[in-house]
């Protein structure tokens, strides 16, 4: 089972585990219908918020399925500006007694409104990726948008990620038929983009 090392710590950022002081902060952005727009839910109410945070707090990063859920701040101006997420995903390669030895997983972020256009998330992310193709064992990550979603596609290519798919109106969300645009990276092309 690989450990998350908390914090992560960028040159601007500290990505850390999740508290309930971070609650009234991230409900100030997820209660916002344009933070909702190119996500799978609605804007989130309050009660919503505060279960997710403490899921955050708890949760296990032991399987496929599992996410590990950073809090995202300035290093040098303490207070929560967003989040990033590692998913374990399904499949990867298994040694002979069953364990995972390669994981394949997926990545996602949200940030608050002012600091969106900031590098904010692109640290981050980068930050993770690291963390998942070194000590975590991951050969490859995706990163899964609606293909709407300009600034998360610029995010993507910026990390090395390309392009891999687009699933033409594969979700009916919001009232409304939604494609999907899949970028990946594998390991091999994430050191050769340092």
């Not at 109106?169 to 038929?177: I, P, Q, R, S």
């Amino acid at each position: 089972m690989p450990e998350i090392p908390y914090p992560l710590v960028t040159e601007r950022l500290v990505l850390r585990r999740f508290t309930a002081d971070d609650l009234d902060a991230y409900y100030a952005y997820q209660k916002l219908p344009d933070t909702a727009r190119f996500l799978l839910n609605e804007a989130r109410s309050y009660t919503e918020c505060m279960a997710r945070i403490a899921r955050f707090v708890d949760a296990p990063f032991a399987g496929p399925g599992d996410w590990a859920t950073f809090a995202v701040e300035w290093r040098h101006a303490p207070g929560f500006i967003g989040e990033i997420a590692l998913k374990w995903g399904v499949g990867g390669r298994e040694a002979a007694d069953g364990q995972p030895v390669e994981r394949v997983g997926e990545i996602g972020w949200t940030v608050a409104p002012g600091v969106r256009g900031r590098g904010v998330a692109t640290e981050a992310a980068r930050a993770v990726l690291d963390l998942a193709f070194g000590g975590l064992g991951f050969r490859r990550i995706e990163a899964r948008l609606d293909a709407r979603n300009d600034a998360s596609a610029a995010i993507c290519q910026r990390l090395g990620m390309k392009l891999e798919a687009v699933m033409t109106d594969n979700m009916y969300l919001k009232g409304e038929w939604t494609s999907e645009a899949v970028y990946a990276i594998i390991r091999e092309a994430a050191r050769a983009e340092v």
